[in-house]
């Protein structure tokens, strides 16, 4: 089985600056998948980036970008120039053999 | 664009009460999913289906069930509602691992 942590339940970051939201996991399967999402009051949940286990690069979507560091177990996501709409839960997931698992999330808040 | 209908956004039921929460996927995915959400605790999961009439447990699958007669469609059903199911319920589908899509959510408040 996977678990997935979450270790920061709440951050604050000002607008225009870049913040690292930490994700753990633990795992012992050779193929995986890791994935964040953006869940904002409105309740939707919102894909952002995909990290899969082989993949050589971090992967990077825009201002988000994972930190996948394999040895250590993390992938962080790394926001940059934070705007006052990505204030928002953010979930870190991860994949294998089918099953999925859940952190308990991060509640972001940018402020101006 | 994918869509994942989920046919209440607010819904309040009384104990004992069979309840039914609706998913409509308009993609034909393969795959569909229903977690429940609760603050602490994360997105646990209920039940998925990965074919018509096919359905695997969750972990956290006690005082559910579920039904998929159709693709498009995946229910989530209570049997008899208690006030400890009262939770924000999302369903999600997939055609594959990364085209993952969740509805907007169900907030079930048994009272």
């Known amino acids: 089985a996977q678990k997935i942590t979450q270790t920061q339940p709440g951050m604050f970051v000002q607008e225009k600056e870049a913040v690292t939201l930490d994700c753990t996991y633990d795992?012992?399967?050779?193929?995986?998948?890791l994935f964040w999402y953006k869940q904002p009051s409105s309740g939707e949940m919102i894909f952002l980036i995909y990290?899969?286990?082989?993949?050589?690069q971090n992967a990077t979507e825009g201002r988000y970008s994972l930190n996948f560091q394999k040895a250590r177990k993390s992938a962080n996501l790394v926001i940059s120039a934070s705007q006052l709409g990505d204030s928002a839960m953010y979930f870190c997931?991860?994949?294998?053999?089918?099953?999925?698992?859940f952190g308990r999330g991060t509640q972001l808040t940018v402020w101006p | 664009d994918v869509k994942v209908t989920q046919s209440s956004r607010y819904l309040v039921k009384r104990t004992g009460e069979k309840v039914f929460l609706e998913c409509v996927q308009d993609?034909?995915?393969?795959?569909m999913f229903w977690y429940r959400q609760d603050p602490g605790l994360g997105l646990r999961l209920i039940y998925f289906?990965?074919?018509?009439?096919?359905?695997e447990k969750g972990d956290i699958p006690e005082g559910y069930s579920v039904s998929r007669e159709k693709k498009e469609r995946f229910s989530l059903i209570l049997e008899s509602a208690s006030t400890n199911q009262t939770s924000m319920y999302l369903c999600?589908?997939?055609?594959?691992?990364?085209?993952?899509?969740f509805g907007s959510g169900t907030r079930l408040t048994v009272v």
């Open positions: 999600a589908s997939s055609d594959r691992d990364y085209g993952y899509t």
């Open positions: 795992t012992s399967d050779p193929s995986y998948g």
């Open positions: 990290q899969g286990s082989y993949d050589q």
């Open positions: 997931r991860s994949s294998t053999l089918g099953r999925l698992y």
């Open positions: 993609m034909d995915h393969e795959n």
């Open positions: 289906s990965y074919d018509v009439k096919m359905k």
